[in-house]
C-alpha cells in the first residue's frame, strides 16, 4: 500500500501486530486464469493503479495493489508494500533499493505470488495487496506501528477484496504445498490381470488432486503395466510407468508375468514455491514482501504388496451317483474340475471372454470280482470297459456314462487324469507346470478311490425240486403196491418225505462277488413248505391264509445246490408245495445290496409239488367157495379211502385227472391152488369177466344183476380182484391176488342153468348226422328194439343251432319236427333232412308215443350221440367226440343194448342209450349201497 505523502493524519498510536489468514480461491478460479499450470509464477504487469481505499491518519487515500519495485528487486517481480504510509513511488530512487532480505516459509502466500500476482485483475492484485499487510506488515510511520495498521486496514478494506482474498487463501490451500502422494490400491478378479488405482498427488488440503506433476509408478516383482490392455505381457510393456499428474485420480492396468508377490509405489518429483522474501527498502521507504526461489520436492508412497499369477493348476474329483446298479444300468460318473485353491480359473482375455480349456481323460475298469486296494496308479492288466474325453472352459461338473451299461456282475471303478502335455499350446501357458510351486504336470484322482466305485449286482436264479413226487402219508399203512398212473415210473417214498433241493444260478456272464470285507456275498434263501391241500391249482401268487408245514433257511456263497436239512414229513393226504424266496430286505446289511431284487419261485410249481397219496381200504367176500359149471358165483367188495371229492378232479399240468372207475376182475380157472403164493397177479393169468364200478366209497355187489352174471364156464380155481390203477392222489391198488376170502371153486362137469326169459322192454338207440357245414342236409336215426306196441309212432325234434359251450337247451320252438312216423316193430327209423344256415350245436330229442299218445321213450337233451355240430367252410365251430362211453341206455335188459350197440359200431354209428326213467350211476347190472 502506498499514499501520496508520507505525513501522519493523527496523534501517536500505540502500534499493534497481528496476522490473519485468509481463505484462498477455488480451484476453477485457478484453472480459469490458467495461473496454475506448472506452477510458475508469472511476470509482473506492474503496480497498475490498484484500489484506493480510506484509512485514519492519513492526509491521502491509500492503494491496494503493487508496490514499484525497489533496485535489486530480481527483474520481472511483482512486489507488495508491508508499511503503510511509507515511501514508494517509480523512478530513480523512488522506491528505494534493497538493502536486506528477510525469508520467511509462507507456502501459502508463496503460492499466490506464483499463480495469481500476474493478474490484470484489480481486485484480485488488491486482494494480494491485503494478505500482504495482513500477514507481513511491519512498523512505519504509521501511527500505532503495524499492529493498528493491520486493523485500520482489516476494517476499511471493502468487502469484496476481502472475499477475493479469501479465494486466494482457499486456492493456496487446496493446491499449495506441502504435497502428498495418493492413497492408491490395486483391484483384481482374477490375480492375473488388474489395475493400480487412484494414483497421484494431492494438495495441502488433502482433498485435491494436483495436476501436471511428475509422476512415476514401478512394480517390482511378476507383472508389467498392460499400456494396450489386452490381458497379455507384450514386447515393451515394462514394470515402470511415467506421466503426469492429473486433477483426478488414474487407474493403470497390470498383467501378470508369473506367479508371486509384486512390490509396488508411487513417486512425484518437482519444485515448490514456498518462500517469501521481505526487502527492506532504504530509510523513508516501504519495505516490500514478493516471491522468493522455488523449493525442489520428492515424494513417495508407502511400498505396498500384491498377490499375482499367471496360470493356475486344475483339480479333479469325481463321484458315481449309485454304488450299487443293476445288471443292465447305466455306469454313470459325475466329474468335477475346478481349480487349485486359491487361485481362480483364467482366461485367455482381459475381458474374461475366453476362458482356458481343460481337457481330462476318463477310464472305466472292470469288472472285478472282490475289491481292489486303492491306488494312484492303476494295475497293470486292469480289464477296460469303456474311455471317455471330457473338455471343461471353467469350473464346473459333467456326468459321463450315460450310454455304458453294467453287462455283468463285478466291482467297476472310474479313474479321471490330467496330462499337462496334452493341453493346447494356447492353454498350456496358463496351466502351471510341476516344475512350479503348486503345479503339476499329471493329475489323477486314482484307481479305486472312494466314492468312483459301482458294484454291478448279482442276479440270482432259483430252482428247485422236491425228493419225491409221491409218497404216503405217515399215517398210512400197508405197502405201495402199484405206481401212480401220473407217471409209471415214479417211486412212491412209503415214508411221507417231503424233503426239498434248491438250486441257486447265475445267469451267463455274471459271476458271485466278494462283499468289500472280503468274503465271498452271502445270500439266504428262505422255504415255506404249505399244505396239505385237496388239489393242485396252476402256479402263481402264495394265497393268503396258505396253511404252512415247515420254514427252513438256505445259505449259499457260491451258485450250488442245497438240500434242506430237517425230515420233513407228509402228515396228512394232499398235496404239499414248496416256496422258496430270496428277499433283500431279509439279507445281511454288508451283503444286501449286491442283490439286484428279491427272487421267489411261483406257488404249486409241479416241480415243488408232491402229492401225499390217499390209500384205499379193501374188504370183500365171494357167497360161496363151491360153484357148479354154468352156476352163478358172487361177491360183496367194500373200498374206502378216495377223497370224498374223486372223479370231480379234472387235472392241471401234469397232474393227471382223477381215474373215475375201477374194476374188478375174475381170474380163473387154474388147475390147483399153487398159482396163489403170492399177492401178485401172475403174468398172462387168464380173466373170466371184468365189471367196470365207480371210483369212489362205497360197497359194490359182483355178479348180481343181468348182463353182469360171473358164470364159470370150465372148472378150475377162481379169484376176484378188485383194481384201481391210480392217479394224482390215489395210489394204485390191487386187492391181493393171494386172498382166500375171494377164492370159489368149479368143480366137475358144466350143467347148463335154465334162464327164465322175460319179455323185452321197448328201447331206443338214436344217432344223429355227427357234423355237417351250413347248408348242408342232416338227419337223425333211431333203432328200436324189444316188443313194440301197435299203432306206435315217432318224432323227431331239432333244436338250434346254440353256442358251443352253453347248456342245451330243448325247450321252446323247434328248428325242425318230423312227420309222425309210423313205428311197426323192431327196426330202424329216419327223421328226414333239414338244414340251417348258422353255425353252432343242433340238439336232437326223440319222442316214442303209444297209440293213446302216451311216452313210451324220450331221449335227452344235449346227449352228444344226438348233436350235430354246424360249422362254417373253414370248420370254426369245434366237433362234438362221442364214443361209446357216452351212450345213454334206456331200459333194464343190458345184454340186449350191448347187442345193439355191436350192431351198430359195425355199421359205422357209435351209440348211446338214454332210459326214460334212470341214468345208471354204476356199471350195468351192478347194484351200490353206500
Known amino acids: 500500500m502506498s499514499e501520496r505523502t508520507a505525513r501522519p493524519r493523527g496523534g501517536p498510536e500505540k502500534r499493534r501486530r497481528g496476522t490473519k489468514i485468509l481463505a484462498g480461491v477455488t480451484a476453477s478460479t485457478l484453472l480459469g486464469t490458467g495461473l496454475i499450470a506448472g506452477l510458475v509464477p508469472t511476470a509482473a504487469a506492474g503496480p497498475g493503479g490498484g484500489i484506493h481505499i480510506d484509512l485514519p491518519y492519513t492526509s491521502n487515500q491509500a492503494v491496494l495493489g503493487q508496490a514499484w519495485a525497489p533496485e535489486g528487486t530480481p527483474a520481472g517481480t511483482a512486489v507488495y508494500c508491508i508499511q503503510v504510509t511509507e515511501y514508494n513511488q517509480p523512478g530513480a530512487g523512488g522506491a528505494g533499493t534493497i538493502d536486506a532480505t528477510e525469508s520467511v516459509e509462507n507456502p501459502t502466500m508463496a503460492f499466490i505470488y506464483a499463480n495469481y500476482s500476474g493478474s490484470a485483475d484489480q481486485v484480485t492484485q488488491a486482494a494480494i495487496s491485503y494478505l500482504t499487510h495482513t500477514t507481513f506488515e511491519r512498523d512505519g510511520a504509521y501511527?500505532?506501528?503495524?499492529?493498528?495498521?493491520?486493523?485500520?486496514?482489516?476494517?476499511?478494506?471493502?468487502?469484496?477484496?476481502?472475499?477475493?482474498?479469501?479465494?486466494?487463501?482457499?486456492?493456496?490451500?487446496?493446491?499449495?504445498?506441502?504435497?502428498?502422494?495418493?492413497?492408491a490400491s490395486t483391484s483384481t478378479d482374477d490375480r492375473r490381470v488388474g489395475a493400480v488405482n487412484n494414483v497421484g498427488v494431492r494438495g495441502a488440503s488433502g482433498n485435491t488432486y494436483i495436476p501436471g506433476l511428475d509422476l512415476t509408478v514401478t512394480m517390482t516383482g511378476p507383472a508389467v503395466f498392460d499400456t494396450n490392455g489386452n490381458g497379455f505381457p507384450d514386447a515393451g510393456e515394462t514394470n515402470v510407468w511415467t506421466g503426469k499428474s492429473t486433477d483426478g485420480p488414474q487407474s493403470l492396468q497390470w498383467v501378470s508375468t508369473g506367479n508371486g508377490d509384486v512390490r509396488w509405489q508411487q513417486r512425484?518429483?518437482?519444485?515448490?514455491?514456498?518462500?517469501?522474501?521481505?526487502?527492506?527498502?532504504?530509510?523513508?521507504?516501504?519495505?516490500?514482501?514478493?516471491?522468493?526461489?522455488?523449493?525442489?520436492?520428492?515424494?513417495?508412497?508407502?511400498?505396498?504388496?500384491?498377490?499375482?499369477?499367471?496360470?493356475?493348476?486344475?483339480?479333479?474329483?469325481?463321484?458315481?451317483?449309485?454304488?450299487?446298479?443293476?445288471?443292465?444300468?447305466?455306469?454313470?460318473?459325475?466329474?468335477?474340475?475346478g481349480a487349485q485353491a486359491p487361485d481362480p480359473w483364467i482366461t485367455h482375455d482381459s475381458a474374461k471372454t475366453d476362458p482356458v480349456d481343460v481337457t481330462v481323460e476318463g477310464t472305466l475298469y472292470g469288472p472285478f470280482t472282490e475289491p481292489q486296494e486303492a491306488s494312484d496308479e492303476v494295475p497293470a492288466g486292469a480289464p477296460v470297459v469303456a474311455t471317455r474325453t471330457l473338455t471343461f472352459d471353467g469350473a464346473g461338473t459333467q456326468t459321463v456314462g450315460e450310454d455304458i451299461n453294467a453287462d455283468d456282475s463285478g466291482y467297476y471303478t472310474w479313474v479321471w487324469t490330467y496330462t499337462r502335455a496334452n493341453q493346447t499350446t494356447a492353454d498350456q501357458q496358463f496351466l502351471r507346470p510341476g516344475n512350479q510351486p503348486g503345479g503339476a504336470d499329471f493329475i489323477t484322482d486314482g484307481f479305486f478311490t472312494e466314492g468312483e466305485v459301482i458294484v454291478g449286482q448279482m442276479e440270482v436264479e432259483l430252482a428247485s425240486e422236491r425228493d419225491n413226487q409221491f409218497v404216503l402219508p405217515d399215517v398210512a399203512t400197508g405197502t405201495p403196491m402199484l405206481a401212480a398212473a401220473a407217471d409209471p415210473a415214479a417211486e412212491i417214498d412209503p415214508w411221507g418225505g417231503l424233503g426239498d433241493?434248491?438250486?441257486?444260478?447265475?445267469?451267463?456272464?455274471?459271476?458271485?462277488?466278494?462283499?468289500?470285507?472280503?468274503?465271498?456275498?452271502?445270500?439266504?434263501?428262505?422255504?415255506?413248505?404249505?399244505?396239505?391241500?385237496?388239489?393242485?391249482?396252476?402256479?402263481?401268487?402264495?394265497?393268503?391264509?396258505?396253511?404252512?408245514?415247515?420254514?427252513?433257511?438256505?445259505?449259499?456263497?457260491?451258485?450250488?445246490?442245497?438240500?434242506?436239512?430237517?425230515?420233513?414229513?407228509?402228515?396228512?393226504?394232499?398235496?404239499?408245495?414248496?416256496?422258496?424266496?430270496?428277499?433283500?430286505?431279509?439279507?445281511?446289511?454288508?451283503?444286501?445290496?449286491?442283490?439286484?431284487?428279491?427272487?421267489?419261485?411261483?406257488?404249486?410249481?409241479?416241480?415243488?409239488?408232491?402229492?401225499?397219496?390217499?390209500?384205499?381200504?379193501?374188504?370183500?367176500?365171494?357167497?360161496?367157495?363151491?360153484?357148479?359149471?354154468?352156476?352163478?358165483?358172487?361177491?360183496?367188495?367194500?373200498?374206502?379211502?378216495?377223497?370224498?371229492?374223486?372223479?370231480?378232479?379234472?387235472?392241471?399240468?401234469?397232474?393227471?385227472?382223477?381215474?373215475?372207475?375201477?374194476?374188478?376182475?375174475?381170474?380163473?380157472?387154474?388147475?390147483?391152488?399153487?398159482?396163489?403164493?403170492?399177492?401178485?397177479?401172475?403174468?398172462?393169468?387168464?380173466?373170466?369177466?371184468?365189471?367196470?364200478?365207480?371210483?369212489?366209497?362205497?360197497?359194490?355187489?359182483?355178479?348180481?344183476?343181468?348182463?353182469?352174471?360171473?358164470?364159470?364156464?370150465?372148472?378150475?380155481?377162481?379169484?376176484?380182484?378188485?383194481?384201481?390203477?391210480?392217479?394224482?392222489?390215489?395210489?394204485?391198488?390191487?386187492?391181493?391176488?393171494?386172498?382166500?376170502?375171494?377164492?370159489?371153486?368149479?368143480?366137475?362137469?358144466?350143467?347148463?342153468?335154465?334162464?327164465?326169459?322175460?319179455?323185452?322192454?321197448?328201447?331206443?338207440?338214436?344217432?344223429?348226422?355227427?357234423?355237417?357245414?351250413?347248408?348242408?342236409?342232416?338227419?337223425?336215426?333211431?333203432?328200436?328194439?324189444?316188443?313194440?306196441?301197435?299203432?306206435?309212432?315217432?318224432?323227431?325234434?331239432?333244436?338250434?343251432?346254440?353256442?358251443?359251450?352253453?347248456?342245451?337247451?330243448?325247450?321252446?320252438?323247434?328248428?325242425?319236427?318230423?312227420?309222425?312216423?309210423?313205428?311197426?316193430?323192431?327196426?330202424?327209423?329216419?327223421?328226414?333232412?333239414?338244414?340251417?344256415?348258422?353255425?353252432?350245436?343242433?340238439?336232437?330229442?326223440?319222442?316214442?308215443?303209444?297209440?293213446?299218445?302216451?311216452?313210451?321213450?324220450?331221449?335227452?337233451?344235449?346227449?352228444?350221440?344226438?348233436?350235430?355240430?354246424?360249422?362254417?367252410?373253414?370248420?370254426?365251430?369245434?366237433?362234438?367226440?362221442?364214443?361209446?362211453?357216452?351212450?345213454?341206455?334206456?331200459?333194464?335188459?343190458?345184454?340186449?343194448?350191448?347187442?345193439?350197440?355191436?350192431?351198430?359200431?359195425?355199421?359205422?354209428?357209435?351209440?348211446?342209450?338214454?332210459?326214460?326213467?334212470?341214468?345208471?350211476?354204476?356199471?350195468?347190472?351192478?347194484?351200490?349201497?353206500?
Open 501 to 930: 433241493s434248491l438250486t441257486v444260478t447265475l445267469p451267463e456272464g455274471q459271476v458271485w462277488l466278494k462283499n468289500e470285507l472280503g468274503d465271498p456275498v452271502e445270500f439266504h434263501a428262505d422255504g415255506t413248505l404249505y399244505g396239505p391241500f385237496d388239489v393242485p391249482t396252476a402256479p402263481g401268487e402264495t394265497p393268503a391264509g396258505a396253511p404252512v408245514v415247515a420254514t427252513e433257511r438256505l445259505s449259499f456263497t457260491e451258485p450250488g445246490t442245497k438240500h434242506t436239512q430237517a425230515e420233513h414229513q407228509a402228515f396228512a393226504e394232499g398235496f404239499y408245495t414248496w416256496v422258496w424266496t430270496i428277499d433283500k430286505d431279509a439279507q445281511d446289511p454288508e451283503d444286501k445290496d449286491f442283490l439286484k431284487e428279491s427272487v421267489s419261485d411261483m406257488f404249486m410249481t409241479e416241480l415243488e409239488t408232491t402229492s401225499a397219496l390217499h390209500t384205499l381200504e379193501h374188504s370183500s367176500l365171494s357167497r360161496e367157495y363151491n360153484v357148479h359149471i354154468g352156476g352163478r358165483a358172487f361177491d360183496t367188495v367194500d373200498i374206502d379211502g378216495f377223497p370224498a371229492t374223486h372223479t370231480e378232479f379234472e387235472g392241471e399240468g401234469g397232474w393227471i385227472a382223477d381215474v373215475d372207475t375201477a374194476t374188478v376182475k375174475v381170474y380163473g380157472p387154474f388147475a390147483d391152488e399153487s398159482v396163489f403164493d403170492s399177492a401178485e397177479v401172475p403174468a398172462g393169468a387168464p380173466v373170466l369177466t371184468e365189471q367196470v364200478i365207480d371210483a369212489v366209497d362205497g360197497t359194490f355187489r359182483i355178479g348180481w344183476g343181468e348182463g353182469n352174471e360171473v358164470i364159470p364156464t370150465e372148472p378150475g380155481y377162481y379169484v376176484f380182484v378188485y383194481e384201481f390203477e391210480g392217479d394224482a392222489r390215489v395210489q394204485a391198488f390191487s386187492s391181493p391176488f393171494n386172498d382166500e376170502m375171494e377164492r370159489f371153486f368149479v368143480p366137475g362137469t358144466p350143467v347148463t342153468p335154465e334162464v327164465p326169459k322175460t319179455p323185452e322192454e321197448v328201447k331206443v338207440v338214436t344217432q344223429a348226422t355227427p357234423e355237417v357245414k351250413v347248408g348242408e342236409n342232416f338227419e337223425d336215426t333211431a333203432k328200436v328194439t324189444g316188443d313194440v306196441p301197435e299203432g306206435a309212432e315217432l318224432v323227431f325234434r331239432a333244436y338250434g343251432p346254440q353256442e358251443s359251450g352253453a347248456t342245451p337247451v330243448c325247450t321252446g320252438e323247434p328248428v325242425f319236427t318230423s312227420a309222425e312216423i309210423p313205428v311197426t316193430g323192431e327196426g330202424d327209423y329216419k327223421s328226414g333232412t333239414t338244414k340251417v344256415d348258422s353255425v353252432g350245436k343242433v340238439y336232437w330229442v326223440e319222442t316214442l308215443y303209444d297209440e293213446s299218445g302216451e311216452v313210451l321213450h324220450e331221449g335227452e337233451c344235449g346227449l352228444p350221440n344226438e348233436t350235430t355240430n354246424v360249422v362254417d367252410g373253414g370248420g370254426n365251430q369245434a366237433a362234438n367226440t362221442t364214443g361209446a362211453k357216452d351212450l345213454a341206455e334206456t331200459g333194464t335188459q343190458a345184454g340186449i343194448v350191448a347187442a345193439l350197440a355191436l350192431a351198430l359200431t359195425a355199421g359205422g354209428i357209435a351209440l348211446a342209450v338214454a332210459s326214460k326213467r334212470r341214468r345208471a350211476t354204476a356199471a350195468a347190472g351192478s347194484d351200490l349201497e353206500a
Open 268 to 337: 512425484s518429483t518437482g519444485s515448490l514455491p514456498k518462500t517469501v522474501l521481505l526487502a527492506a527498502a532504504g530509510a523513508g521507504r516501504q519495505d516490500v514482501a514478493f516471491l522468493g526461489p522455488h523449493d525442489p520436492f520428492s515424494i513417495v508412497s508407502p511400498e505396498k504388496t500384491f498377490s499375482v499369477i499367471y496360470d493356475f493348476t486344475p483339480t479333479i474329483s469325481s463321484l458315481v451317483p449309485n454304488k450299487f446298479t443293476p445288471r443292465g444300468t447305466a455306469l454313470t460318473d459325475t466329474v468335477t474340475v
Open 143 to 183: 501511527y500505532g506501528g503495524a499492529a493498528n495498521a493491520k486493523a485500520q486496514i482489516e476494517a476499511n478494506t471493502p468487502q469484496n477484496i476481502k472475499d477475493r482474498a479469501a479465494e486466494l487463501v482457499d486456492s493456496a490451500t487446496k493446491f499449495g504445498g506441502p504435497y502428498t502422494m495418493t492413497d
